[in-house]
């Protein structure tokens, strides 16, 4: 398992380019596994659908387990770290107002077949795409608002935070 620190994540963001975001959405694979990224955040909202395997997402509220067939909704701005294990993911990047989120938190959803559809046809258009060709805009656009209906349907998946520093070794290291 690699762990990268604040630095080295920064820098794999940077790398990804997941640090420069444009137009309303756009789809990224992370082909790294086994990486524990600390903690960060993204100007976008992330949504991370789990395609095979597992991933856990902590936030100062609670850690999060993504499972196979499942969706993780991360808010724009939103402090996180992510564990990518074994997990074959998506993740589509939506600008800020491109959804309505209320309770702007972390969230496991239910993923229905349209959702995992959607998910995976957007994987053809990169960051920067949806700047330039008006299919990727409309259809970043039109996935964005079904995101608010998508929200809806939390699954409780999430355990809280431990505050006792033992605790939160502990956590880390079973993690």
């Not at 080295?8 to 975001?21: F, G, I, M, S, V």
């Not at 903690?39 to 997402?57: E, V």
């Not at 959607?118 to 920067?128: D, T, Y």
Request: glycine share 6%; charged share 20%; with cysteine.
């Amino acid at each position: 398992m690699k762990r990268l620190n604040a630095e080295e994540t920064t820098e794999r963001l940077h790398d990804y380019r997941l640090d420069q975001p444009r137009g309303p959405g756009f789809a990224f694979r992370d082909r790294a596994l086994q990486t524990f990224y600390d903690w960060h955040a993204h100007d976008y909202h992330q949504l991370i659908y789990a395609i095979a395997g597992t991933t856990l997402i902590e936030t100062a509220a609670g850690r999060h387990l993504l499972p196979t067939g499942r969706a993780a909704w991360i808010p724009a701005a939103t402090r996180h770290r992510t564990l990518v294990a074994d997990i074959e993911g998506a993740s589509l990047y939506f600008a800020p107002d491109a959804v309505a989120d209320a309770q702007s938190r972390v969230r496991i959803l239910v993923a229905s077949p349209v959702m995992r559809e959607m998910i995976l046809h957007a994987l053809r258009w990169p960051l920067g795409a949806s700047e330039t060709d008006p299919v990727a805009a409309s259809f970043f656009r039109t996935l964005g608002l079904m995101c608010g209906e998508w929200l809806e349907s939390e699954l409780p998946l999430a355990l809280p935070s431990a505050v006792h520093p033992g605790i939160r070794k502990a956590m880390d290291y079973a993690a």
